[in-house]
């Protein structure tokens, strides 16, 4: 298996931070966009069992700190089975650290990518719950388009999507 995902950034156009929540996040009430600006992960198998992580950026996390990795194995355990050997290849383009939704988007791409190449079938609506478990932004990675985001960011309303537009 040998499969390319890409990994959508997203830009807020809005976020209001409404206080802190008793679990320590903040509740937050934000407008997300995609935009064209993407990651391309490949994913392929390996012989050794676990996730290694590779990257166009040698700064990046290769193992479970990094969030593609840790993706994949939340995955798995949903299904209730060990992480088989996994290769993850990032190919970065959205800006590491710029709120751009970078590791977050990697990390929908990998849940969108196992699903499609397992051949599980998943929802997005489904994988976007698995993903509540990674991280805040993961499950509007996984659906991507104009959505308001409310909770920590897993309380998504689908909005009207925006016209073409140049963001500066």
Known sequence: MTHTEPAWAKINLTLDILGKRPDGYHEMKMVMQSIDLCDDLELSEREAPGTAVSSTLPYLPRDGGNIAAKAAEV?????????????IHIRK???V??????G???AAAV?????????????LQELAR????VGSDVPYCV?????LAEG???VLTDLPPLPPCLVV
């Open 75 to 87: 995955f798995f355990a949903h299904l209730g089975r060990p992480v088989p050997g996994l290769d």
């Open 93 to 95: 383009q959205i800006p």
């Open 97 to 102: 650290c710029a709120g751009m939704g970078g």
């Open 104 to 106: 977050s988007s990697d």
């Open 111 to 123: 849940l969108r990518g196992l699903n499609r190449e397992l051949g599980l079938n998943y929802s």
């Open 130 to 133: 698995i993903g509540e478990q």
């Open 143 to 147: 659906l991507g388009g104009t959505a």
């Open 152 to 154: 920590r960011g897993e």
